[in-house]
């Protein structure tokens, strides 16, 4: 059973275009982040939720809107891609107060053509 | 702000080296530091951590000591195996509501037979 799983794996889309990425998981966690990987391995917060609640906004362009339907899923939509969003973005959860180790989901490689 | 600093890679050794890969940390207060490992076309996976100045963590042959007086958590193996070659990461966090993990830069390690 996957933990943290995220849909699609790859994306490859044109620029201008508008996606979405999808993060489930079923660990019971209530918080839960994106991160995104730059081509030099580079991994930086965007974004983080608490029970459906936005808790972490870092310097993100606003084309990037984050969603979380309910505790266990959490959605990244990207309006108007750029070649610079060309990324592997990661999804990872948390529960709060069970030490600090945060669980990531496989990474969706994203590819702005 | 707070950062982390790890040594440029790739490291690359034969199989049963010793390894060390050099982690430091700047920080505004007592955080958690970590060492998460990736490997090739995998999410991250946490390898170790330590909570407070003292602490060892250790997994898998891996340890790493919070030294509170060099602000460094050196990752150490005795003996590296092929099964080893990924990228490691060196992070911090305070906890907290947000949890939020601030990476160094990834340091690719290369074992070969």
């Known amino acids: 059973d996957t933990a943290v799983s995220q849909t699609p794996k790859y994306l490859v889309t044109q620029m201008g275009n508008d996606k979405s990425i999808k993060c489930e998981q079923n660990l019971g966690h209530d918080t839960m982040y994106w991160y995104k990987q730059d081509s030099k391995k580079f991994l930086k917060i965007m974004f983080s939720y608490n029970n459906k609640e936005l808790i972490i906004n870092e310097t993100v362009p606003n084309r990037f809107s984050p969603k979380s339907p309910d505790k266990a899923h959490l959605n990244l939509h990207i309006n108007s891609l750029e070649l610079g969003d060309s990324a592997v973005y990661f999804c990872a959860s948390r529960k709060t107060g069970a030490g600090n180790e945060q669980f990531f989901g496989p990474g969706t490689r994203l590819t702005v053509l | 702000g707070d950062s982390v600093t790890q040594m440029e890679g790739p490291v690359t050794l034969s199989e049963e080296a010793f390894l060390t890969i050099n982690c430091t940390y700047t920080?505004?207060?007592?955080?958690?530091l970590f060492w998460y490992v990736q490997y090739p076309g995998e999410g991250l996976q946490l390898l170790l951590k330590?909570?407070?100045?003292?602490d060892k963590g250790s997994n898998k042959g891996f340890e790493a000591t919070y030294r509170k007086e060099t602000t460094s958590f050196h990752l150490e193996k005795g003996s590296v195996q092929v099964s080893d070659s990924a990228v490691y990461f060196c992070?911090?966090?305070?906890?907290?509501?947000?949890?939020?993990?601030?990476f160094g830069t990834g340091t690719l390690l290369a074992v070969q037979p």
């Open positions: 920080a505004t207060g007592y955080p958690s």
């Open positions: 330590a909570t407070k100045a003292d």
């Open positions: 992070a911090l966090s305070y906890g907290g509501a947000t949890n939020k993990l601030i």
